[in-house]
C-alpha cells in the first residue's frame, strides 16, 4: 500500500478519534491495524507521507 492509498486511513481516524491526531506514525502503524484500516504494518514513511497531507486537508489541525 503506497500513501495515497493510505490517505483515507488517517483521515477518518482523525475524525473519528481525534486524540490520535498527534500520534507518531510508528505510533499509528498498529493503530491502524488493530482498528482494521490495515491488514498489516504499513511503512512508516508511507504512513508519514499520507499524516502529512491528511494534516493539510483539515485546517483545525494545523499548528497555530
Not at 29 to 40: A, I, M, N, R
Amino acid at each position: 500500500m503506497n500513501s495515497a492509498q493510505l490517505l483515507p486511513c488517517p483521515r477518518d481516524l482523525y475524525s473519528h478519534l481525534p486524540e490520535t491526531y498527534h500520534l507518531q506514525p510508528y505510533e499509528l502503524q498498529s493503530k491502524l491495524v488493530s482498528l482494521g484500516y490495515t491488514d498489516e504494518l504499513e511503512n512508516e514513511a508511507e504512513i508519514a507521507a499520507a499524516v502529512e497531507v491528511a494534516r493539510q486537508d483539515w485546517p483545525q489541525w494545523k499548528a497555530a
